[in-house]
């Protein structure tokens, strides 16, 4: 019996201290493909920072984004928003009944952005990118565990394998 019991406890701690981590968390929509048409007509280096965040996405991630131009289903808007409680803000429209999402708008805020580097400005274009292809904030592992941390003070600037791991979930 005492062997049967050790043998129980160290199955437990074994087995009971392993689990796959999936921090990520989902918004509840997502595209009905992983094709999406995106454009990056802000200014300067931010349409740079854009693009470099949009190749991010596609090199490491299902997604699939390619520049629809004026008729794009992600628009991307650069200006000052003033004080308020955003660098980056992302809406997106979806169909209720399948939350399916239709487009989105991505608006960067000078008002705080003009102060960063050019990796913190792509940092927040990638975060916003994500908002919309279907990926919420997730502060569980900490501002270096994931470039969908909540605020500016993430460590981060490029897709990590969890912010991937959420995105392929999708698509």
Same mark, same amino acid.
């Given at each position: 019996?005492?062997?049967?019991?050790?043998?129980?406890?160290?199955?437990?701690?074994?087995?009971?201290?392993?689990?796959?981590?999936?921090?990520?968390?989902?918004?509840?929509?997502?595209?009905?493909?992983?094709?999406?048409?995106?454009?990056?007509d802000m200014q300067?280096?931010?349409?740079v920072q854009c693009?470099?965040?949009?190749?991010?996405? @596609? @090199? /490491?991630?299902?997604?699939?984004?390619? #520049?629809?131009?004026?008729?794009?289903?992600?628009?991307?808007?650069?200006?000052?928003?003033? @004080?308020? #409680?955003?660098?980056?803000?992302? #809406?997106?429209?979806?169909?209720?009944?399948?939350?399916?999402?239709?487009?989105?708008?991505?608006?960067?805020?000078?008002?705080?952005?003009?102060?960063? #580097?050019?990796?913190?400005?792509?940092?927040?274009?990638?975060?916003?990118?994500?908002?919309? /292809?279907?990926?919420?904030?997730?502060?569980?592992?900490?501002?270096?565990?994931?470039?969908?941390?909540? @605020?500016?003070?993430?460590?981060?600037?490029?897709?990590?394998?969890?912010?991937?791991?959420?995105?392929?979930?999708?698509?």
């Amino acid at each position: 019996m005492k062997k049967w019991m050790v043998a129980l406890g160290l199955a437990l701690m074994v087995f009971g201290a392993w689990s796959p981590v999936f921090a990520f968390v989902h918004t509840g929509q997502h595209w009905a493909d992983s094709r999406i048409s995106y454009e990056c007509d802000m200014q300067g280096d931010y349409t740079v920072q854009c693009e470099n965040a949009v190749r991010e996405w @596609n @090199n /490491l991630s299902e997604a699939d984004f390619y #520049d629809g131009g004026a008729n794009a289903e992600i628009t991307t808007t650069v200006a000052n928003y003033g @004080n308020v #409680d955003w660098s980056g803000y992302c #809406d997106w429209y979806f169909d209720r009944a399948d939350n399916i999402t239709t487009s989105s708008n991505i608006r960067i805020n000078t008002h705080f952005t003009a102060g960063y #580097d050019s990796n913190t400005i792509k940092g927040v274009i990638v975060h916003e990118f994500g908002h919309a /292809l279907g990926l919420a904030h997730e502060d569980s592992l900490g501002r270096g565990g994931a470039v969908m941390y909540s @605020n500016d003070e993430r460590t981060v600037y490029t897709p990590t394998q969890d912010d991937i791991n959420g995105v392929n979930a999708l698509y």
